[in-house]
């Protein structure tokens, strides 16, 4: 799953392109061939997947859409969700409730020092996708003209409460002057906000030790980029 997205989103980044039907739409979660809708045919598509007579969906976002409870494996249990989901007797899948409930600002980067000329960049992304920054240095590209792609955003979202699982590193000195990047997001989870930490670098290195940090970072990065 992380591997794939991340090269899903290299791409997408550096060419600046999107899938027609994604610009605007979230994720469909339960959707296994990506036509926009959840019925038998994705059950059938995913318990072929379970039982291994196909390797992968016919569709590129499928990863994230069949982890209909974003615990970070497709198995028997979203099998067992979807088809509740689908006779009825389930109102929504888990995974499009943590969606749903995306708190205001959902990811977040700065970069600090202060040890010669005070410099400072913020980043920060929210629930709708929209880009803001502060602090003393000049972005390049002015962020209100940028906008996260909703299921991108859905994505790395789904990702990043996989991440708030993970455990986080002592943290190292790193250097002297370097000033500070500090990377995290932010959560609600059971009905409870929680800020999620994913790295920081320079003087003091840290990291959460979550298998999804990396393609987090380094997400958050292609914006930072084209930003700054
Ligand atoms: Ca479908
Ligand atoms: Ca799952």
Redesign the pocket.
């Known amino acids: 799953m992380v591997f794939a997205m991340t090269l899903v989103l290299a791409l997408l980044i550096t060419c600046g392109t999107f899938p027609a039907a994604a610009q605007g739409s979230g994720l469909v979660i339960g959707?296994?061939?990506g036509?926009?809708?959840?019925?038998m045919?994705?059950l059938a598509i995913l318990n072929q997947y379970i039982a291994g007579y196909i390797s992968a969906f016919p569709y590129d976002m499928a990863d994230y859409t069949m982890d209909v409870n974003d615990d970070g494996y497709i198995n028997q249990q979203d099998a067992d969700l979807l088809t509740r989901f689908i006779s009825g007797s389930l109102a929504s899948l888990p995974a499009a409730d943590i969606i749903n409930n995306m708190p205001q600002t959902v990811f977040q980067y700065s970069y600090t020092n202060g040890a010669w000329i005070y410099t400072s960049m913020r980043l920060s992304i929210d629930n709708q996708g929209n880009i803001y920054t502060s602090g003393n240095v000049t972005p390049k590209v002015d962020p209100s003209t940028v906008k996260v792609p909703r299921f991108e955003l859905e994505a790395m979202y789904m990702d990043l409460y996989l991440a708030s699982q993970g455990t986080i590193s002592n943290p190292r000195n790193a250097a002297c002057d370097m000033g500070l990047h500090v990377y995290g997001g932010n959560i609600v989870k059971n009905g409870y906000f929680q800020s999620v930490f994913l790295k920081e670098y320079g003087d003091i290195d840290q990291e959460n030790l979550s298998p999804y940090t990396q393609t987090l970072v380094d997400w958050l990065n292609g914006y930072i980029d084209l930003i700054y």
């Open positions: 959707d296994a061939n036509d926009g809708t959840v019925n045919t994705d």
